[in-house]
């Protein structure tokens, strides 16, 4: 009888470490199929990552007539961001060299891999051409049509305690200003500088108040208008003169770093029919 209880008692024994051991398997294999998946998943998005990355690499070489440039000024504790162009189309023809290269590299990239898709409307319309956005102060910095002029307008998102404008004209030689509309202030330091044919500059700085419209006649041609639009909005309308401009904003310091981009949705990445998986490499461009 105890040889029975004893038979017993390793039977029932040798039976719970073989269930435990099948049980320790299957968790196992469970874990390690778990697992996979998620490398697998993180692989992918490592592999959309490289893919965007190299789009908005592409894209942001395609000479748009922009220079621009972001710095650090320690001396106020602020980000400057410096823009600058030369106006000398209507807008009709504004940007359409740049326009003409997006819609090549749309169609590329549309034909080799068709989960992506570009919407350039976001960049170039009938009412509004190349916008750049500084993100996350929501700045915009476009060209808006007015009967076929290119307006130069600037909205500040976020407040902004200091403008610098630039203003080169390539048919005046002593460039003048008149302040039309006077609304003067503490709160906006607005700094213009007009230089003429000869190289010489005239630099004035116009204390503003940022809730009121303040509005500047260049060279008895060109309408400078501050305020009008929205608190801080900029309107530059050349009436057909061929000039540079260089614009500087000056952001306050927000603990946030500043990237300058093109408007979200320039092109999108379509997840619920995606050719880039598991065990699939992009097309790198």
Same mark, same amino acid.
């Given at each position: 009888?105890?040889?029975?209880?004893?038979?017993?008692?390793?039977? !029932?024994?040798?039976?719970?470490?073989?269930?435990?051991?099948?049980?320790?398997?299957?968790?196992?294999?469970?874990?390690?199929?778990?697992?996979?998946?998620?490398?697998?998943?993180?692989?992918?998005?490592?592999?959309? @990552?490289?893919?965007?990355?190299?789009?908005?690499?592409?894209?942001?070489?395609?000479?748009?007539?922009?220079?621009? &440039?972001?710095?650090?000024?320690?001396?106020?504790?602020?980000?400057?961001?410096?823009?600058?162009?030369?106006?000398?189309? &209507?807008?009709?023809?504004?940007?359409?060299? !740049? @326009?003409?290269?997006?819609?090549?590299?749309?169609?590329?990239?549309?034909?080799?891999?068709?989960?992506?898709?570009? &919407?350039?409307?976001?960049?170039?319309?009938?009412?509004?051409?190349?916008?750049?956005?500084?993100?996350?102060?929501?700045?915009?910095?476009?060209?808006?049509?007015?009967?076929?002029?290119?307006?130069?307008?600037? @909205?500040?998102?976020? @407040?902004?305690?200091?403008?610098?404008?630039?203003?080169?004209?390539?048919?005046?030689?002593?460039?003048?200003?008149?302040?039309?509309?006077?609304?003067?202030?503490?709160?906006?330091?607005?700094?213009?500088?007009?230089?003429?044919?000869?190289?010489?500059?005239?630099?004035? +700085?116009?204390?503003?108040?940022?809730?009121?419209? +303040?509005?500047?006649?260049?060279?008895?041609?060109?309408?400078?208008?501050?305020?009008?639009?929205?608190?801080?909005?900029?309107?530059? &309308?050349?009436?057909?003169?061929?000039?540079?401009?260089?614009?500087?904003?000056?952001?306050?310091?927000?603990?946030?770093?500043?990237?300058?981009?093109?408007?979200?949705?320039?092109?999108?990445?379509?997840?619920?029919?995606?050719?880039?998986?598991?065990?699939?490499?992009?097309?790198?461009?």
């Amino acid at each position: 009888m105890v040889r029975l209880k004893k038979g017993i008692f390793f039977t !029932f024994s040798a039976f719970f470490l073989v269930m435990l051991v099948v049980v320790l398997s299957l968790l196992v294999v469970k874990t390690l199929q778990q697992s996979n998946e998620r490398l697998g998943e993180s692989g992918s998005l490592d592999r959309l @990552y490289l893919l965007k990355v190299s789009i908005d690499n592409i894209i942001s070489k395609l000479d748009n007539g922009l220079t621009m &440039d972001i710095s650090w000024d320690t001396n106020t504790n602020s980000t400057n961001l410096k823009i600058a162009e030369t106006l000398d189309t &209507d807008f009709t023809n504004y940007g359409s060299s !740049f @326009y003409s290269r997006m819609q090549s590299l749309s169609s590329y990239i549309q034909n080799d891999q068709q989960e992506i898709s570009f &919407d350039l409307s976001k960049v170039y319309n009938s009412t509004e051409k190349i916008p750049i956005i500084a993100e996350p102060n929501n700045f915009r910095y476009t060209h808006i049509n007015q009967n076929d002029r290119v307006i130069l307008a600037v @909205y500040p998102g976020t @407040y902004l305690s200091r403008v610098g404008l630039n203003i080169t004209q390539t048919s005046a030689s002593n460039p003048t200003v008149q302040w039309l509309t006077q609304n003067p202030g503490s709160d906006f330091i607005f700094n213009l500088t007009l230089i003429g044919t000869n190289g010489n500059a005239t630099t004035t +700085n116009y204390a503003l108040n940022s809730t009121s419209i +303040n509005r500047f006649l260049i060279n008895n041609q060109i309408n400078l208008t501050i305020g009008s639009l929205c608190t801080q909005c900029i309107e530059l &309308d050349r009436n057909n003169a061929t000039i540079s401009t260089s614009l500087v904003a000056t952001f306050p310091y927000s603990g946030e770093m500043i990237t300058v981009n093109y408007p979200r949705g320039l092109y999108l990445i379509n997840f619920s029919d995606l050719n880039v998986l598991i065990n699939n490499t992009p097309r790198i461009l």
